[in-house]
């Protein structure tokens, strides 16, 4: 099982990035899909998921309005869409499965298998 996280990168204040979360060796409609950051210094965070059945999401609170989920089943990929982003965003940012099927506030330990991180910095 894999998970690779793409799409980092540099970005301006008020400018976009969308991630990207491609899985191998299983199917990510069957599974959890949440996405976590870390910044220097801080906790790793929740910062959405994605019920197996796309009826169930969170968002942290930071980032309602701004950031979106959504599934590619026929890729296997899941995205996060972040918009109007603000420096405060800049982390490592880290995609996570777990076959619960589940969505609530998203916990690093509950999550079986992880992606690598990919850095996002927002800066002018």
């Known amino acids: 099982v894999q998970l690779q996280a793409s799409g980092g990168g540099l970005v301006q204040p008020g400018g976009s990035l969308r991630l990207s979360c491609v899985a191998s060796?299983?199917?990510?409609?069957?599974?959890?899909v949440a996405w976590f950051r870390q910044a220097p210094g801080k906790e790793r965070e929740g910062v959405t998921c994605?019920?197996?059945?796309?009826?169930?999401?969170y968002w942290l609170d930071s980032v309602k309005g701004r950031f979106t989920i959504s599934r590619d089943n026929d890729r296997n990929t899941v995205y996060l869409e972040m918009n109007r982003m603000r420096v405060e965003d800049t982390a490592v940012y880290y995609c996570a499965a777990d076959p619960w099927g589940g969505c609530g506030q998203p916990a690093p330990h509950l999550m079986r298998f992880w992606g690598q991180g990919t850095q996002v910095t927002v800066s002018s």
């Open positions: 060796g299983l199917s990510l409609d069957d599974y959890t």
């Open positions: 994605i019920s197996s059945t796309d009826r169930a999401k």
